[in-house]
């Protein structure tokens, strides 16, 4: 039961975007079309796969003075792994992830993972973490993609809706939608659940919990 | 090479592509930083100073090295571990000869990182294959693009932070609210460049 726990916490409990607010430049950025946020939400699975099960590997072997140099290299080693796939089997993905894909390499929840969990945990727990982590992730930009899509061009992946096509709002589509529908939807998530599910209130970094991994305290 | 496109790269990383509110780069220290006019100018400088250097260290690795001996693969993986050494030497060289810049800058210098505006605006420089001169142009215009952006917003959180709006929009609802209605106000920058350069 346990296990499962660990499995389910990164989908609803712990989800890393829409309860502690981390990875909000790829969530954001890539969110106009319900296909680019699954492709990116694969993507960014498979790096957090390596990285946990390589980080929970070495884990006895990383000296802790030196285990953020270690995760940036094997972080950014996954990264260009799945930007040489990528390139080569989903080209079109490739061209509209565009800058996104290499900037894997600088998702704070990859580096929270790591820190907070890999970096403690077995290898299967690990791997177990990385899959709901990367589930709760991609469900969350899948969410934002969806309702960017559809109320911003009317269609939902690539498919026309009919009937919502004539009364879009390309606004949604651009830059500041993407601010918007992800502010309505963390009000609405706040809404709903009393204000509970929301875990960060505030956005300032001593409650970030890649505080450690991003300096703060852990390079020296 | 003229000294008019320079110009149009800058003006169009600062205020028509803005990294923070046209590309969605460097949200987590923009928000994260931006309570107070003070910190967020320190916060902007530090992004300034290191995009530049980031980008004077990055573009000749990857022209005479990673691209002379096709080595183009490992760029993700260098360009950020560059970074990272090059903002813990930066601290160590800024704490020990200039100690009055320590104190103003020291506390953001960690937290840049990994901060994607810097990585992103070192691989976009090689994505666009601009020139060393170009490169530079871009890292200055999109440093001062974030540095805008941040004591601009801060002017503005602070007055947010002290009205009353529904419980459910309280924190940070508001806050992404106001970041798209000033995003919305940077759109009106996108004909400056076709009447300034066209």
Redesign the interface.
């Known amino acids: 039961m346990k296990k499962l726990s660990i499995l389910t916490k990164g989908i609803f409990k712990e989800n890393p975007v829409l309860v502690f ?1 981390l990875g ?3 969530t ?2 890539v969110s106009t079309q319900a296909s680019n946020a699954i492709g990116m939400g694969a993507a960014t699975t498979f790096v957090l796969l390596g990285s946990n099960i390589a980080i929970s590997l070495c884990r006895r072997a990383i000296p802790d003075k030196v285990r ?2 270690c995760y ?2 094997l972080i ?2 996954f ?2 792994l799945i ?2 796939i990528v390139e080569a089997y989903a080209y079109p993905l490739y061209m509209s992830l ?2 996104f894909l ?2 894997i ?4 929840i990859v ?1 929270a993972r790591a820190e907070v969990f890999a970096n403690k945990n077995t290898v299967i727990d690990s791997i177990l973490d990385a899959v709901g982590m990367g589930a709760g992730f991609t469900l969350a930009l899948f969410a934002v993609a969806s309702l960017r899509e559809i109320f911003g061009s009317g269609t939902w992946y690539g498919l026309a809706i009919p009937g919502l096509s004539s009364y879009n709002v390309p ?1 949604l589509a ?7 529908v ?3 939807l ?3 998530l ?2 709903v659940s009393n ?1 509970k599910a ?1 875990k ?6 001593a409650g ?1 919990p ?1 505080a450690s ?4 305290g852990g ?1 020296r | 090479m003229d000294f008019k496109a320079l110009v149009a790269i800058i003006i169009g990383s600062a205020l028509i592509n803005n990294f923070v ?8 220290p923009f ?3 931006s ?1 107070e006019i003070k910190n967020s100018a320190g916060m902007g400088i530090s992004v300034v100073f290191v995009m530049l250097l980031a980008t004077a260290v990055t573009w000749p690795i990857q022209t005479f090295v990673l691209e002379r001996f096709g080595l183009g ?5 260098l360009f ?2 560059i970074i ?1 050494t090059l ?2 030497f930066v601290e160590i060289a800024v704490k020990k000869f200039i100690p009055a810049l320590y104190s103003a800058l020291g506390v953001y ?3 840049i ?4 505006a810097i ?2 605006v070192t ?2 420089n090689i ?1 666009n294959s601009y020139t060393f001169a170009q490169s530079m142009a871009h890292a200055l215009g999109g440093g001062l693009g974030f540095l805008l952006a941040m004591v601009v917003f801060s002017g503005i959180r602070e007055h947010t932070e002290n009205t009353d709006p ?12 106001s ?3 000033l ?2 106000a940077f ?1 009106g920058f996108s004909g400056v460049s076709e009447g300034l350069f066209g």
């Open positions: 607010l909000l430049c790829p954001l950025a953020i140099p940036i290299v950014a080693g990264v260009t930007q040489m565009g800058i290499p900037l390499a600088c998702n704070c580096f606004l651009m830059a500041p939608g993407g601010f918007i992800f502010a309505v963390i009000a609405i706040n809404k204000g929301v960060k209130k505030e956005f300032g970094c970030c890649s991994v991003c300096g703060k390079a | 509110l046209r590309q969605f780069l460097g949200i987590c928000l994260g930083v309570k693969y490992l760029q993700t993986l950020i571990l990272a903002v813990q210098l960690p937290l990182t990994t901060n994607c990585l992103g691989i976009a994505k529904p419980p459910s929009f309280r924190g940070l609802p508001l806050t992404l609210i970041v798209s209605i995003s919305l759109f």
